[in-house]
């Protein structure tokens, strides 16, 4: 059978209209049982094949008058029952004035066909779906360009469903909501990868193609602008991809009826912009299971008004409460995200700020590296890269321009290439805190002229009553464009460069669990006296001092003061410019404070 009819129209329905257009109807069938024969795993029966070759019909098919010059053409090749319409119109006309308050129109596609195996296939299609509040002329909300398409076999059920907004414009109350970009609903309850075939009206073949499992998927990229005509509101804009996934786990228990599942949440490109801050570069994936979260985020943040304050950095989390290891992985747009923890790692929890910027023009600028993390009991907390002026600026420049060279007008203190690394265990209310830091950088007073003064500082603590030796590792960035390992630096100060396994990190390093509180000025990290590092204070080259020293609080509040190495040089202007009248280098021990008061134990004169 093939039947066609341009219009059909219900009548006489109170409170429903229906219209359909372009209807076209196909059945080829059999008189032997669905199920193929004999048996269920038979072949179907035969049906007519109107487009064997060699067949009486030719290979075009049957094609035989039905007056009026008009003529039908048989061609199908298997078992089926196909039903097709250009357009059907479902209308709700709750008042009866003819007008409807909800209407649905849709072009439809339906299949029901045996595969050669003889198991039954449903196919059904909405394509270019909308509904409609209101008169279609002048709707009061309207969501268009919906496309579904459906299978069903004896598996389960294959769905997919997809949404072009299409400039979709929502206004309310002065606000208006505008959307635009792509939205697509996969179900799979079958497990079975899906390949099939689907006829528009003009018979325009639309493959549907899905990937194996049992899932349901939610993605797509959306680019959403929120306005009002108020002007003290401010516009709101957000775009970006985004995946919502459903899928089943292993089954530990697969006798109790009962299959773990998990959620997937995705984003990638994603951008953001409101009351002048900016979300740029976001992506990230959560995995959601039967034993907690775990997954990872990062997005580039900018926010502040140039000239008052600005605020910049990349934001990246990483998380994970289920205690053992997790490995899933997550397609959005063109991204891949992976989600990956080792059982070693246990719960845990990773805050960072990277490329971190604070700018109050022209006083204080603040950059570096920054995390917080959380392991079992522990607190962590790291810094690296770390760079801090306070100060004065021109009024309209940097502190440093694009090569990284210091403005030579800049005026006041600098703090360069510090590191800090905090390890704080959790106590009950009422006991001791219990921590171990270690902090090191190099200042200077700069733009003071014919002043210098200049030196590196370390700082190292330690109250938790054990020898420690502990890396705080920065988590790595999936967008930077030379990752660690790769960039040329030496991102853990172990005096390497991108050596194999490099990671950027902090160490936390004490020997003895006795407490400590040291103070020192002039050694480099490694704890060498070095020339770049040396503690250096001269007016105009006429008086310098210069060298190391170290501070150490003993448990009896006694502070003990090692000088290792120490200078004093006088110089005089003549003709030739400076020259050095008098110096003197030497060594000094001593210490003050506790019972004992003041008390030098060792001085020395190595030179003058």
Known sequence: LRATANNVDLIGVPGVILHADGIKVEVNGATAPSTGGATTTAPPAPVINFKAAGSSFGGNGFNFEIGGGESVTLAMETRLIRAQAELVSIGLDFDADTTAEITLQSEIFFEQALRPNGSQIIKIALIDMSMTLGDTSDPIFEIDNLDGFFIINPQGLAAKIQWDPDGLSIVSNGVTVGIDGMLELAINTSGQAIDETFLDADDNEIQIVMGAGKYLRLAGAIDLVVTSTDSSVPTFTMSGNFAFEQISLPDPNPNDNIVPKAIKIGASDVTVTVLGVSLTDGQGGFVFTPNGIAGNLRVTVAAGDP??????????????????????????????????????????????????????????????????????????????????????????????????????????????????????????????????????????????????????????????????????????????????????????????????????????????????????????????????????????????????????????????????????????????????????????????????????????????
């Open 307 to 608: 000239g008052v304050a600005l605020l910049g950095g990349d934001i990246l989390l990483e998380i994970n409460t289920t205690g053992g290891a997790v490995n899933q992985s997550l397609s959005v747009g063109n991204t891949n995200i992976a989600i990956k923890f080792t059982a070693q790692e246990g719960r845990v929890v990773r805050f960072a700020i990277l490329n971190a910027t604070v700018s109050i023009p022209p006083f204080f600028e603040l950059s570096g590296d920054f995390t917080i993390q959380s392991e079992g009991d522990l607190t962590l907390y790291g810094a690296r890269n770390v760079e801090i002026f306070l100060g004065s600026i021109p009024e309209g420049e940097a502190l440093r321009d694009e090569n990284n060279v210091l403005n030579p007008d800049a005026i006041g203190l600098l703090v360069t290439n510090a590191t800090v690394g905090v390890v704080k265990w959790a106590t009950t209310a009422g006991t001791p805190s219990r921590y171990a830091v270690y902090a090191y950088g190099e200042a200077s007073f700069v733009g003071l002229d014919g002043l210098t003064i200049s030196g590196a500082i370390t700082v190292r603590l330690n109250s938790s009553g054990q020898a420690i030796d502990r890396t705080i590792v920065l988590p790595s960035d999936p967008l930077a464009t030379a990752p660690i390992g790769q960039n040329g630096e030496d991102d853990d100060a172990d005096g390497l460069i991108d050596e194999p396994g490099e990671q950027a990190a902090v160490r936390v390093k004490f020997n003895s669990g006795a407490k400590l509180e040291e103070f020192s000025a002039g050694f480099n990290e490694a704890g060498e006296i070095d020339p770049n590092t040396a503690v250096t204070i001269s007016a105009a080259g006429v008086f310098t001092v210069g060298g190391a020293v170290t501070f150490t609080r003993m448990p009896t509040g006694r502070v003990n003061v090692d000088m290792p190495q120490a200078s004093v040089k006088i110089a005089i202007p003549g003709d030739d410019g400076l020259q050095e009248v008098f110096g003197l280098t030497g060594a000094a021990r001593f210490h003050f404070g506790g019972p004992e008061g003041f008390q030098l134990e060792d001085i020395r004169v190595s030179g003058y």
